[in-house]
């Protein structure tokens, strides 16, 4: 039994999600997805939504067997609970493939380290980010507030 983790914020779910965990959960037999706590996103805005709000889109997920929250300290905590077999980055996650197999082997997890795909947009409007929806609801919310006609609605 193949067990794959993966990771992430997952604030507003999309379908660049839906494709990094299906590319994930493709490298082993179970996917268990280690959810950020807001506290160690700093790379970044801080998510809308609470964690456990987070955890629970993400466990619904077909391509999810369990999704966790992270640990708000040590984030190899989950992981050395989980003892994957495969960790799958996603495709811009600004972790070092090499520097996660480093602390890995420090840690005597024995466990390989691959690489999402990125998933680009099918059609003109499609949003694949969260930032760039909370962005887009900023705008049409200001817009509908001032009585902005120009409508952006693809
Ligand atoms: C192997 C691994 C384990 C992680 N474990 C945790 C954790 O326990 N708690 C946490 O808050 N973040 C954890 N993270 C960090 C986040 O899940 C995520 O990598 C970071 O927020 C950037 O994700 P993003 O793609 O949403 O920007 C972990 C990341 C990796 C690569
Ligand atoms: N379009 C996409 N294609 C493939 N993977 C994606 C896509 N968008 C996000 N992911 C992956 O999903 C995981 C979680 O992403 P995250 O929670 O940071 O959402 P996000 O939409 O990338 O957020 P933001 O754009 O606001 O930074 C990351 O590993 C990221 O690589």
């Known amino acids: 039994m193949t067990r794959v983790v993966a ?10 999600h839906v494709h990094y965990l299906e590319d994930a959960a493709a490298y082993g037999d179970e996917l268990h997805v280690i ?12 998510p809308i939504l609470r964690a456990r709000q987070r955890r629970d889109m993400v466990a619904a997920l077909d391509a999810v067997d369990e999704a966790h929250l992270g640990h708000p300290e040590d984030v190899f905590v989950p992981v050395e609970r989980l003892d994957p077999d495969v960790i799958v980055l996603g495709y811009d996650q600004h972790h070092d493939e090499a520097g996660i197999a480093g602390a890995l082997d420090e840690r005597g997890i024995d466990c390989r380290v691959e ?3 990125s998933r680009e947009p099918r059609y003109d409007g499609e949003v694949l980010s969260s930032g760039d929806i909370v962005d887009r609801i900023l705008r049409r919310r200001t ?8 409508d952006d609605r693809p």
């Not at 997952?10 to 379908?15: A, R, V």
């Not at 959810?35 to 801080?46: G, L, Y």
């Not at 817009?143 to 120009?150: C, E, I, K, Q, V």
Request: hydrophobic content about 25%.
């Open 7 to 16: 990771q992430g914020t997952f604030d507003l779910l999309h379908p660049g």
């Open 35 to 46: 959810v950020a706590r807001q506290t160690n996103v700093t790379h970044k805005p801080k």
């Open 115 to 117: 690489r999402a795909t």
């Open 143 to 150: 817009a509908d507030r001032d009585g902005d006609a120009t």
